[in-house]
C-alpha cells in the first residue's frame, strides 16, 4: 500500500481558489490510480475526481466540472486537486485515496489507501 498526505486546505471565500496536495509515499506511485473524496458534516463520503496513472485520463463528478482539475507529478509522488469558483457547498473535509484499478472507479470501496483528509472551509 501507499501512504498518502493532503495538505493545502484552509478557509476562503465564496469565488476563491485553493490548490490541494497529496504526497505519496513509495516508489510505486505511478502503479495507482488517484482520486479526490469528500466528506461534509453529516454526509458520507462522496466521489469528487480521479486520474489514470500517467494522468492521461480524469474524470469528475458533474458538481465540479469546470472548476476542478485533477492533475500528477508521478516525478513528485504528488497529486493536485485546484479548486476554483469555489461555493459554500464545497465546504468539506478532502481525501486522497489511491487504487489498483485499471478501469474508472469512484466507489470509496475501490479505493485501498487513503489519506488523513485536510478541510476546506468556504464562506459565503
Known amino acids: 500500500q501507499v501512504q498518502l498526505v493532503e495538505s493545502g486546505g484552509g478557509l476562503v471565500q465564496a469565488g476563491g481558489s485553493l490548490r490541494l496536495s497529496c504526497a505519496a509515499s513509495g516508489r510505486t506511485f505511478s502503479s495507482y490510480a488517484m482520486g479526490w473524496f469528500r466528506q461534509a458534516p453529516g454526509k458520507e463520503r462522496e466521489f469528487v475526481a480521479t486520474?489514470?496513472?500517467?494522468?492521461?485520463?480524469?474524470y469528475y463528478t458533474d458538481s465540479v466540472k469546470g472548476r476542478f482539475t485533477i492533475s500528477r507529478d508521478n516525478a513528485k509522488n504528488t497529486v493536485y486537486l485546484q479548486m476554483n469558483s469555489l461555493k459554500s457547498e464545497d465546504t468539506a473535509v478532502y481525501y486522497c485515496a489511491a487504487t489498483r484499478a485499471s478501469v474508472v472507479v469512484t466507489s470509496t470501496a475501490d479505493f485501498g489507501s487513503w489519506g488523513r483528509g485536510t478541510q476546506v472551509t468556504v464562506s459565503s
Open positions: 486520474i489514470s496513472r500517467k494522468g492521461g485520463s480524469t
